[in-house]
């Protein structure tokens, strides 16, 4: 089955308000861009992310972020993006902050069909007896608060339930793929993507490098086509087009570090 998309703009087409979307990347390491971009120029609003970060100002889904066209977050990370946190503060933006192995897990239970699962992460905390500030009010009041979760103790130890997430679409990136959506994945962008793309009901993954099928053998693909439903082929200026959120410079170890 060819799942080859003429261009970003016909993949994300039917993304309506209000969907739920599960976006691969860390940091800025492997973001779907590309799609990201079309999706801003779709115009969906109302959107519901779930994504280990919201990208930065300006790049990535801080695009859509600083758009106003994301209403709710579930994620583990705010760094590096002023707007993310200023949103939240101000009770523009419900978030949801999970810690992060906990949120990758949640993901992959999802693709795999796994409900729920117990886990130690956060028994003790407020991430299992809830109460962590979902939605803040105008004044900095906490309008809406995390419910408290379900404890049990196994080999003497408590465990939280955490439930499995799937979303309306997934959009992830890759660094080979098939027509058949076959994908691999190159170094530090094998993050947060192949469990998104399993969360995904229909998972749009956009590609640096496209191959006929057979091309891949199969100890090479990372996630199977029967996860993904619609591919796009970067041109060359988009595939190389990678940014990163800190440049830093070791001169040497006399001089320091430079960020820049």
């Known amino acids: 089955m060819d799942k080859v998309c003429a261009s970003a703009a016909e993949a994300v087409a039917d993304i309506p308000d209000g969907a739920s979307l ?60 002023k707007e993310f946190a200023r949103q939240y503060l101000s009770g523009e933006l419900e978030v949801e902050l999970v810690p992060q192995g906990t949120l990758a897990e949640r993901l992959r239970a999802g693709g795999a069909g796994i409900p729920a699962f117990y886990t130690p992460a956060g028994v003790g905390t407020q991430v299992a007896d809830g109460g962590l500030p979902w939605r803040h009010g105008a004044d900095g009041s906490i309008a809406v608060a995390s419910p408290a979760k379900e404890i049990r103790t196994f080999a003497d130890r408590r465990h939280v339930l955490e439930h499995g997430i799937t979303t309306d679409f997934a959009l992830v990136r890759a ?29 749009l993954a956009e590609v640096e490098e496209l191959v006929e099928p057979g091309e891949l053998t199969p100890d090479a693909v990372h996630l199977p086509g029967i996860y993904v439903q619609r591919v796009v082929q970067l041109t060359p200026t988009q595939a190389a087009d990678k940014q990163i959120e800190r440049l830093r410079i070791s001169a040497s170890p006399t001089r320091g570090t430079v960020s820049l």
């Not at 076959?182 to 993507?193: C, D, P, Q, T, W």
Request: with cysteine; aromatic share 6%; hydrophobic share 45%.
């Open 22 to 81: 599960a976006v691969g990347g860390f940091g800025l390491s492997g973001i779907p861009d590309t799609l990201i971009q079309a999706l801003h120029a779709q115009g969906a609003t109302g959107l519901r992310v779930v994504s280990n970060n919201c990208g930065v100002d300006g790049r990535g889904l801080g695009v859509l972020l600083a758009a106003g066209r994301i209403a709710r977050v579930t994620g583990s990370y705010v760094g590096e993006n």
């Open 175 to 203: 660094w080979r793929g098939d027509r058949n959506g076959n994908l691999v994945f190159r170094k530090s962008a094998a993050n947060f993507n192949p469990l998104a793309a399993m969360a995904g009901r229909i998972t």
